[in-house]
């Protein structure tokens, strides 16, 4: 479990982070999403006792990132931005290294890493030296190096950055399958499609700030206003609609009709009753589809704007 | 124990193999330690037996010892480039954040990256002297003395932890691999001096000296390892992205330190007294207990070594002045005889004991201090054996000036002592930079308030009232000052 309470780190006179609080049950995945410089990093860095907040606190695990640092990242498996990977080594050397260095017994190590080579499709190139291998393969070893110990708690900063398609698939199907543990993890990513496709609580940060936070619908319903629905004609109708309490008509046109629905499931079947009894052929009613990424870049409008009058006043 | 000590080696390990699987390091290693011993060799032989033909014995006695030094010397300057790029090499390829993120402690991970820097050079340097004391072995050369080749392994390794602790705090200290670089000439440079100093010696042939010089060494080298270790943080490591120099900062947080925001003189000297005095108390204490104990020492050195190397000393006070002229460079030694002069001569000095305390921990600054009280010692029991009272030599011609010198000498070198102190000493939440221009301010704080006043009092009262007391006391003083 993660738990962080005004977190904040300043470095001389900018602020890097200000003022996060987080919550992060076993078994979730929080996507931190954010600009560039939003303060992701520094958050992770905070979160794996490698920078000390300068306001706040932090619980990792149940050990504060404060005082017990080495439990902390006893406790923590990192994927940092860049793989960090020794080039001279093999993959096994590599893996063996940081399996020492959690003082895993020799014969846990051994299992683990055949274990961890298998699981990422590495076990042919296992003897070669990691400077051959594809971005993807290093990508995959780098979360084969962050999961040598079992970690509780998973911090994975742009885990699929910079990689193709195929490979990022595949990293990214790896972390979903990992979410079947109690495992608590943190993902920092600009890929919007994977924080939807991973997370189950998502929290936009902007210049060190929580915007918002919650579940993928919860935000895009706080950040674009209640589901919209489309309700498609067979024919042209051109009649008013009647429309319940709580539904905001959106778009009209003889071919469709787009509304806002404050309560679906209360006022959805009251909208089809009442357009089937004035006489509307209809072919579907579907939600409209909106992604994250509109509520996101909705958000980061707003944030933006609001920090430009700020600036301004 | 073992548990605490493997992750060292776990590192160390890691990086010795990486080290030996880099061409670039492992090839100019490799011809230095086998191929520079043979070239050596050669070049000695030749020298020897040139030499021998004119009847050079000092140099064909030292040319073997010296050739050892700079064998050993060598191959540290190849191995000075890992050290340098230890930290920051992984940081620039993105290597560190993996290995901060591991639960070692931070003097585990500076110790195993400073001991894969130090045992490649050493372990080259060892076999490279091996290989040459085999080939001097089989020639006409005469082998050094088992206690002088010792000397000279302890110097060697004394380099190399020297260099490469100092290579690794550099590292720590850059945020890129090309300042690390630029900053290796910080550290090659004094080390090529030391080692001129120490070929001096090696041609002086004293053996006890050259112990000292060891002591001094190792001294140094573990001090480098303390100021590593006191200010490793995983933290610094990241949160620095560019090698910015702020002179605004600097010279803000200077002034900070400075004024201590006293608004009046007098404000400003309640604090000098309330915060920057208590600071020296310590380094004061020691340089005190030392002083006397050097004091002593030299006076009880010269009064049992000096008779015998006396055969002439000067004949009258005219004659006195001249040679003191002539050993100072001075045309005429009355001529300098006067306050500004001797105030400007002990700023200077002051100033050197400064200069040079700051790169070394304050130990040749106190080193400076230390030979200015012995002098006194020298002075004193010299005159003793002259046939003067020591005692009343020291009331009437050093006591009425050196009430206001000396203690602006002690002062001023214990707050240099207390830059050395400071930079040793684990202050996690600062940086080197911030602890060097605090204690580098209260260095100047003392200088403006206290030793700058005093050392012109002293040499006011030096020139214009000592004469006048010593010349009641002491005949011989009236005739060197007329």
Redesign the interface.
């Known amino acids: 479990m993660i738990e962080t309470s005004e977190l904040g780190k300043q470095f001389n006179d900018f602020v890097a982070v200000d003022g996060v609080s987080l919550t992060v049950q076993p078994g979730q995945i929080l996507a931190l999403l954010g600009q560039n410089g939003a303060g992701k990093t520094t958050t992770v860095r905070m979160l794996t006792a490698l920078l000390q907040p300068t306001r706040g606190w932090a619980r990792v695990n149940g050990y504060d990132v404060l005082t017990q640092g080495a439990q902390v990242r006893a406790s923590v498996g990192v994927l940092t931005e860049q793989h960090g990977i020794y080039t001279r080594m093999s993959a096994m050397e590599y893996l063996d290294f940081f399996g020492a260095l959690y003082k895993l017994s020799p014969a846990n190590i051994i299992a683990t890493r055949n274990r961890q080579l298998e699981y990422f499709g590495l076990t042919e190139a296992a003897s070669r030296r990691v400077g051959e291998y594809s971005k993807g393969m290093k990508q995959k070893l780098a979360l084969a190096r962050a999961l040598m110990h079992n970690p509780p708690v998973l911090l994975l900063d742009e885990p699929t950055s910079a990689m193709d398609p195929e490979s990022a698939r595949l990293v990214r199907d790896q972390i979903a399958s990992l979410k079947s543990s109690q495992r608590t993890t943190i993902i920092c990513t600009h890929n919007l499609a994977e924080a939807e496709a991973l997370a189950d609580v998502v929290a936009v940060i902007y210049r060190g700030r929580i915007l918002v936070s919650g579940s993928v619908e919860e935000l895009k319903r706080q950040t674009l206003g209640p589901s919209e629905y489309e309700i498609h004609f067979a024919q042209a109708w051109n009649e008013a609609p009647e429309l319940p309490v709580g539904v905001t008509l959106l778009e009209r046109t003889p071919e469709y009709l787009r509304v806002q629905v404050q309560n679906p499931r209360e006022s959805n079947p009251l909208i089809l009753r009442n357009l089937s009894a004035r006489g509307a052929a209809m072919i579907s009613m579907q939600e409209t589809p909106r992604s994250l990424e509109q509520a996101y870049l909705k958000l980061m409008t707003d944030a933006q704007a609001a920090h430009l009058l700020k600036a301004q006043a | 124990m073992w548990e605490k000590l493997q992750?060292i080696w776990?590192i160390s390990r890691?990086e010795l193999?990486?080290q030996l699987?880099?061409w670039r390091i492992l090839g100019p290693l490799l011809v230095l330690t086998l191929g520079f011993p043979f070239v050596m060799n050669a070049i000695a032989y030749q020298v020897v037996t040139f030499v021998n033909k004119y009847g050079g014995d000092l140099i064909v006695d030292r040319l073997v010892p010296f050739s050892i030094l700079i064998i050993g010397f060598f191959p540290l300057t190849i191995s000075l480039l890992g050290a340098l790029e230890s930290f920051v090499g992984e940081k620039e390829?993105?290597?560190?954040?993996?290995?901060?993120?591991?639960?070692?402690?931070d003097w585990q991970l500076y110790t195993g990256k400073l001991l894969a820097g130090i045992l490649p050079p050493v372990l080259s340097s060892l076999t490279s002297i091996a290989i040459f004391l085999v080939l001097v072995s089989k020639q006409n050369l005469n082998m050094p003395a088992f206690s002088l080749i010792l000397q000279l392994l302890f110097l060697t390794l004394g380099h190399a932890v020297l260099m490469v602790s100092a290579a690794v705090v550099f590292s720590i200290q850059s945020t890129s691999v090309k300042a690390a670089n630029l900053l290796a000439s910080f550290i090659v440079v004094p080390v090529t001096f030391l080692m001129q100093a120490e070929s001096w010696l090696l041609f002086w042939d004293d053996v006890n000296i050259m112990w000292y010089v060891v002591l001094a060494v190792m001294m140094l080298s573990a001090l480098f390892v303390r100021l590593g270790l006191a200010h490793f943080q995983?933290?610094y490591l990241?949160?620095r992205e560019l090698d910015g120099l702020n002179l605004r900062?600097v010279l803000r947080a200077f002034r900070a330190h400075f004024t201590q925001g006293a608004q009046s003189a007098r404000a400003w000297y309640a604090g000098l007294y309330r915060v920057t005095l208590k600071k020296l108390a310590m380094p004061a204490l020691i340089l005190i207990a030392i002083s006397i104990l050097t004091y002593v020492f030299s006076f009880q050195w010269t009064s049992s070594h000096l008779p015998a190397t006396i055969t002439q000393g000067p004949q009258s006070g005219v004659d006195f002045r001249e040679s003191l002229g002539s050993v100072l460079g001075w045309e005429d030694a009355a001529l300098q005889f006067n306050a500004p002069t001797i105030f400007l001569h002990n700023l200077r000095a002051t100033l050197v004991i400064a200069m040079l305390g700051v790169f070394t921990f304050g130990i040749l600054g106190a080193l400076i201090f230390f030979v200015n009280i012995s002098l006194i010692g020298v002075v004193l029991s010299a005159a003793g054996l002259f046939g003067y009272e020591p005692t009343l030599l020291f009331f009437v011609g050093i006591f009425p000036h050196g009430i206001f010198e000396l203690p602006a000498l002690l002062l001023s070198t214990a707050a240099v002592l207390r830059i050395g102190l400071a930079l040793v000493t684990p202050q996690t939440e600062r940086t080197i930079g911030e602890i060097l221009i605090e204690a580098l301010a209260d260095w100047a704080r003392v200088l403006v308030g206290l030793v700058i006043p005093l050392l012109a009092v002293a040499a006011v009262i030096e020139v214009y009232v000592t004469p006048i007391i010593l010349c009641r006391f002491v005949s011989i003083a009236c005739a060197i000052l007329q």
Do not use: F, M, V
């Open positions: 992750p776990l890691r193999r990486d699987r880099d390829r993105g290597t560190i954040e993996p290995l901060l993120g591991s639960p070692l402690e995983r933290e990241l949160g900062w």
